[in-house]
Structures are given as structure tokens and as C-alpha cells.
């Protein structure tokens, strides 16, 4: 069962979305949702993903994630990955996500 859960941080600087379980086909829309929702609520547009509780993405997971950084990015920010797991970690190398997208270990660095 994938699940996500955003938390703002209390200065305003971003929104961390943590996502929990399998991001694949019948997931991708929700976390492409929660993006577009946290990103109308702050005036810091820089968004958190918080990978380290996902099990498994596959490519319409990834396609999400790309398009949460193209909408931070519209709006003057970005995003930080966070310690994805070891197939996750693969998908991104593999299809060299990873080097258009920072990844960090630990949602303190990637606040910090």
C-alpha cells in the first residue's frame, strides 16, 4: 500500500513529502498531487522527497518525480531526493536521474 505524508517545516523553507510503500502506476498520480498541493500552500517552493520508506518505483513512478521538479521548478525551486533504497537508487543511476537530481542521506542534510 503506498502512502505519503508531508510535513512543512516550521521556518518555511520546504515541504518534505515522505513516501511510504510501492510509487508505480496506480500511485504516481497521488504523489504528483500531494506536490501540487504542498507547492500552492508555501511561498518557498522547494520540495523534500523523502524516499527512504519506498520499497519499489518503476517508471510512471519516476515520471512523477520528474514532474514534481519540473512544477517546483516553475515556481523557482526544486527538489532534494532522500536516501531511496537500493532499486530505487538503480532506477535513478540508470536512467541518470541522479545526476539531475540531488540526492542526499538524510532530510537534515537536505534542509540543512
Excluded at 510509487?23 to 506536490?35: P, S, V
Excluded at 520540495?47 to 521538479?69: N, Y
Excluded at 541522479?98 to 542534510?109: F, L
Aim: proline fraction near 3%.
Amino acid at each position: 500500500m503506498f502512502r505519503l505524508v508531508t510535513t512543512s517545516l516550521p521556518d518555511g523553507r520546504c515541504i518534505v513529502i515522505t513516501a511510504h510503500g510501492e510509487l508505480d502506476i496506480a500511485a504516481a498520480n497521488a504523489l504528483t498531487e500531494a506536490a501540487d498541493a504542498a507547492l500552492l500552500d508555501t511561498c518557498r517552493p522547494n520540495l523534500v522527497l523523502d524516499l527512504s520508506a519506498l520499497t519499489f518505483m518503476d517508471s510512471m513512478g519516476l515520471h512523477s518525480v520528474l514532474a514534481c521538479r519540473e512544477r517546483a521548478r516553475a515556481r523557482g525551486g526544486d527538489i532534494v531526493l532522500v536516501n531511496p533504497g537500493a532499486q530505487v537508487a538503480r532506477l535513478l543511476r540508470i536512467t541518470m536521474v541522479d545526476r539531475r537530481i540531488r540526492t542526499v542521506a538524510s532530510v537534515h542534510e537536505a534542509v540543512g
